[in-house]
Every structure is written in structure tokens, then in C-alpha cells.
């Protein structure tokens, strides 16, 4: 129980971080340009031929359909498990997600960095690819993790995913996809979604004790 009220809280403190920034955009906040712009200004500074090609091929392979795609593989191996609430939670979690981060982005309609470095079409915040891996990497750690036997393999398996999220930050800031806020927004507004529709789940669920409880209330010791 009391784990599950530290995530309360850690979902609360990332919707105040979500909200606080889309409050700092909308107010064209000082702290807003002057961190962007100096984080692009690093950025700017570390480019080169080979780190750009790295950091396409990552942004490539961390588009929103790809994590749609991998989610849908997730939820089809529960759903073989015979549990389909749990498979039907997971999609809809990442379906619904994605919405409601395309809404926000078409009501604040912020413009994309300016000298991109690969093609990006669309507004800027939040960050679809950031936001949609970043659900993505949720589902692994607090599920897909705490059903492997082998410690070491949880370990192994809970770093590559946390080091995924981070290369796609990295890589939509340094190709100017995106700015340090967009990122940090996207990451913000996944873990307040996740936490939502999680309480959704267990409000639904709470007079029943199923392994899909275990295994959520699992992945949030």
C-alpha cells in the first residue's frame, strides 16, 4: 500500500512538472527560452557527422508507430496468457495516451526548433516520440520486468530500457526535433497518463483479486 501511494504521488509531482511547463509556454516564460536555448547550444557543440547518423537511426526506430507496434506484441502475449483485461489495459493505455498527447499538441501548437537536422513535420510539444517509448519503457519495467525469473535478467533488461529512453531524449534534442522542454514534458505527462490509468484499473478491479493485480502492484515495489 504504501508503494502504491508513492506512485500516487510521483504521478501528482509529474502532471504539477507537465502542467508548470505548458503554463511557462503559454506565458513565453524567460526560464523556458534560456534552458532551451542553452541546451541547444551544447548540442550544437557536439555535432558531428557519425553522432548525427547515430542519433537518425535511433529517432528511426523510436517512431510512435513502432512503440504501437511493440505494445500491440506485448498486450497479444498477455492476451495468450489468458489476460485479456491486462492486454486490453495495456493498448489501451499506449492508444489513448497517444491521443491525448495529440490533442495537447495541437491546442499549445508550439513550433519545432528552427535548422533541423532530419525532416520532422507537425508541432513540438509534447514529444510524440518521446511520449509514446516512453509508455513503451513503463509497460516493460513495471510488468514485463517483474515477470522474469532471473534477477540478472531483470537487471539487464530494466537498464536497456531505461538507457533506450534516454538515447531518444538525447536524440530528439540533438537533431532538433524537439526542445529540452518538449522532452521533458513528454516524459512528465507518460508517467502522470501511467499513473492515472493505473488507479482507473485498480478502481475497476479493486473487489477482484486476479493476477493482473499482482502483477501490476508487483512492478510498483
Not at 93 to 115: C, H
Request: proline share 2%; glycine share 6%; net charge positive.
Amino acid at each position: 500500500m504504501k508503494s502504491n501511494k508513492r506512485w500516487v504521488m510521483t504521478g501528482l509531482i509529474a502532471l504539477l512538472v507537465f502542467a508548470v511547463i505548458v503554463l511557462s509556454l503559454k506565458m513565453n516564460a524567460n526560464w523556458v527560452q534560456t534552458s532551451d536555448l542553452t541546451i541547444q547550444g551544447f548540442m550544437t557543440s557536439i555535432q558531428d557527422r557519425l553522432r548525427t547518423q547515430v542519433m537518425g537511426i535511433i529517432t528511426s526506430f523510436a517512431s510512435p508507430m513502432i512503440a504501437m507496434g511493440l505494445t500491440l506484441l506485448i498486450a497479444i502475449a498477455f492476451w495468450l496468457r489468458q489476460e485479456r483485461l491486462l492486454a486490453g489495459w495495456i493498448m489501451a493505455v499506449q492508444i489513448m495516451g497517444d491521443g491525448v498527447a495529440f490533442m495537447i499538441k495541437e491546442l499549445v501548437k508550439r513550433p519545432r526548433p528552427t535548422s533541423k537536422l532530419i525532416p520532422d513535420a507537425g508541432y513540438s510539444f509534447p514529444s510524440g516520440h518521446t511520449f509514446s517509448n516512453a509508455l513503451l519503457v513503463l509497460t516493460i519495467l513495471f510488468i514485463i520486468v517483474h515477470l522474469l525469473e532471473d534477477q540478472e535478467v531483470q537487471l539487464v533488461t530494466a537498464l536497456l530500457a531505461i538507457i533506450w529512453i534516454c538515447a531518444l531524449v538525447f536524440s530528439r534534442i540533438y537533431l532538433r526535433g524537439h526542445f529540452a522542454t518538449d522532452v521533458l514534458g513528454s516524459v512528465s505527462l507518460a508517467i502522470a497518463w501511467w499513473e492515472f490509468s493505473r488507479i482507473i484499473y485498480f478502481e475497476i478491479l479493486k473487489s477482484k483479486d486476479n493476477v493482473s493485480q499482482k502483477i501490476l502492484r508487483q512492478g510498483q515495489r
